[in-house]
Nanobody, 115 residues
Framework: QVQLVESGGGLVQAGGSLRLSCAAS????????MGWYRQAPGKERELVAA????????GYADSVKGRFTISRDTSKNTVILQMDSLKPEDTAIYYC????????WGQGTQVTVSS
């Protein structure tokens, strides 16, 4: 089992920044891909960004490329999503995910971007 706890959500004006953190525990993450997903009201959950724990290789959704940065802190077993130049359409609940065979999810953190 992998336990994931997100933090860092909140309310920000368009153009602002937020930093989300996901603290992982329970398993060694060396074989895992860690990701951030989001789900807006009435929409399906979508992948925002992902990082392979073993080598730090990253990938992003087209909608956030150049604005969001995913990284990991191996000493703290933490995955970070730095979100800059936020837009109202980024408003959603953001979920941390750990995937290696099984999928593990955090409880989610609300991000609201006002226009």
């Amino acid at each position: 089992q992998v336990q994931l706890v997100e933090s860092g959500g909140g309310l920000v004006q368009a153009g602002g920044s937020l930093r989300l953190s996901c603290a992982a525990s329970g398993r060694t993450l060396s074989s895992y891909v860690m990701g951030w997903y989001r789900q807006a009201p009435g929409k399906e959950r979508e992948l925002v960004a992902a990082i392979r724990w073993s080598d730090g290789n990253t990938g992003y959704a087209d909608s956030v490329k150049g604005r969001f940065t995913i990284s990991r802190d191996t000493s703290k077993n933490t995955v970070i999503l730095q979100m800059d130049s936020l837009k109202p359409e980024d408003t959603a609940i953001y979920y941390c995910n750990a995937r290696y065979g099984n999928n593990y999810w955090g409880q989610g953190t609300q991000v609201t971007v006002s226009s």
